[in-house]
């Protein structure tokens, strides 16, 4: 049983029903509940929605785990964990879950209870000792084996990398459910099954590790992954603007270093930051949880502020075109806050386009997949329009600010775009295009380092 529907408790549950398991999936959403009990996916997830209907035989979606849990082995929690407003992670939708689960356990059976949710670090220990308490006021000793199981899929590919992980990471003093997990994920861990045709297996894939250790450990891998992610995005973002001052250019410099097998390319693209519902999230509750026991943590500390840099940076370039942005309408290209999903919290357009909001400019928003949820996450404000064409959203411009690398968008017709704009002006904010091909269309480009 999965509770929390989300990008990761759906796309585990999708998982793991693929490979063979009966699941139940608890959604207390009821608008998204509905639409999984008419099979239709929720989120924009590459794979999604044919999962959905290829696995209908093995998940089953419920609003409550009242009619489930009593048949469940193991309890795969998947809520969300949002900052609150102080920036430590809320846990109160993971307290309501356990708390749903214990109303209705069967006392006499034993679970597996995993926490997938990202959770602050100690957070195991404590939910550990609640259960206890709870089984001892009942005179009776739990049989409730907790896991801490983090996650570390990524938006645009959490099929891909729910079926082919780099690692499965159980962090647990318990042995049964170290070994439930390992069974649970046996068949990803060993890759007995055949690949959806839609998801493939990367060419010379290794299995994945797995990395049994205790709880508190469990929690820092997660939150230490997310940091040095971060962190290495942000590195990359100092360089790029030390190369605008010299006149380096970042590609290169990023393929100069990430070819070093102890660097890696992955994550050295240059651009406008990191976003989405995990990065700034868990740097921001790392930091939280490290002041709380006096710690001090500079270099995530410094991560978060060049990544806020890095979008002021764009409207700096606008204002160095124009010097006043008010009366400007500028084109935002992208409001996901990477490609392959839907998702814009925490998206860097959004900032950009408050930004640019608040610097009196006017704003045609455009996404392929997520204005919806843009719509909802900026609310109504008469100085924005928005669109899924980009030939549209152009059109009377001063400007267009380039902010999600949606593949769909590789190929942009750069001589119809310039014909559409009122200035041809195109900053580039993730260094998605050659600056040749479009300056050849009569643009000014700018793009990040370089
Ligand atoms: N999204 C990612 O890329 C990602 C990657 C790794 C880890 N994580 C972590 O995984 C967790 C979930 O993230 P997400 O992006 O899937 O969140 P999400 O907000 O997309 O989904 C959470 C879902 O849980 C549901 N829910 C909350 N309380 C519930 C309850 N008591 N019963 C039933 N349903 C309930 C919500 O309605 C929501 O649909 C977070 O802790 C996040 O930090 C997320």
């Known amino acids: 049983m999965i509770i929390g529907a989300g990008y990761v408790g759906l796309t585990t549950g999708l998982a793991l029903a693929y490979v063979g398991h009966k699941v139940d999936v608890i959604e207390k959403n009821k608008e998204k509940l509905n639409k999984l009990k008419s099979k239709t996916s929720p989120i924009y997830e590459k794979g999604v929605q044919e999962l959905i209907e290829l696995v209908k035989d093995n998940i089953n979606f419920w609003e409550k785990p009242d009619e489930v849990i009593k048949e469940a082995e193991i309890v795969i929690i998947a809520v969300g964990t949002p900052p609150k407003k102080n920036g430590e992670a809320d846990l109160s939708y993971l307290e309501d879950a356990i708390r749903d689960i214990l109303k209705k356990i069967n006392l006499e059976k034993d679970y597996t209870l995993a926490i997938k949710s990202t959770v602050p670090i100690g957070t195991n220990n404590k939910i550990d000792n609640i259960i206890k308490e709870f089984y001892r006021e009942k005179g009776i000793e739990s049989k409730i084996h907790l896991a801490s199981n983090p996650e570390f899929l990524r938006e645009g590919m959490a099929l891909y990398d729910t079926l082919y992980p780099d690692r499965i990471v159980i962090g647990s003093l318990s042995a049964k459910a170290i070994s439930d997990l390992q069974e649970l994920y046996k068949p990803i861990l060993q890759q007995t099954f055949t690949p959806p045709s839609f998801i493939n297996k990367p060419n010379a894939f290794n299995l994945p590790h797995l990395i049994i250790t205790d709880p508190t450990s469990s929690e820092m891998i997660k939150y230490a992954a997310n940091a040095f992610l971060a962190l290495k995005i942000s590195f990359i973002n100092e360089i790029a603007g030390l190369c605008e001052k010299v006149g380096a250019n970042i590609k290169d410099v990023a393929r100069g270093i990430g070819t070093d097998k102890r660097i890696g ?121 928005f669109f899924t064409n980009p030939y549209e959203a152009v059109e009377g411009v001063d400007a267009a600010i380039f902010a999600t690398e949606w593949p769909e968008w590789a190929n942009l017709d750069f001589v119809k775009l310039a014909s559409k704009m009122r200035t041809r002006l195109f900053i580039d904010g993730r260094n998605f295009y050659e600056p040749e091909e479009v300056k050849k269309a009569g643009f000014t480009y700018m793009g990040v380092g370089r």
């Open 265 to 385: 390319i992955s994550f050295l693209n240059a651009g406008i930051g990191w976003g989405g519902s995990c990065f700034p999230k868990d740097t921001l509750a790392l930091l939280e949880f490290a002041k709380e026991i006096g710690y001090n943590m500079p270099i995530v500390s410094a991560a978060r502020e060049v990544n806020q840099r890095a979008r002021k940076a764009v409207i700096d370039k606008l204002k160095t075109y124009y010097g006043d942005l008010r009366e400007k309408t500028i084109a935002v290209l992208g409001l996901a806050f990477k490609p392959g999903t839907d998702d814009v919290r925490e998206s860097p357009a959004l900032d950009i386009i408050k930004i640019l909001l608040n610097e009196g400019a006017k704003v045609k928003a455009c996404d392929p997949v997520a204005l919806q949820n843009a719509k909802k996450a900026i609310g109504i404000n008469e100085k924005i329009n």
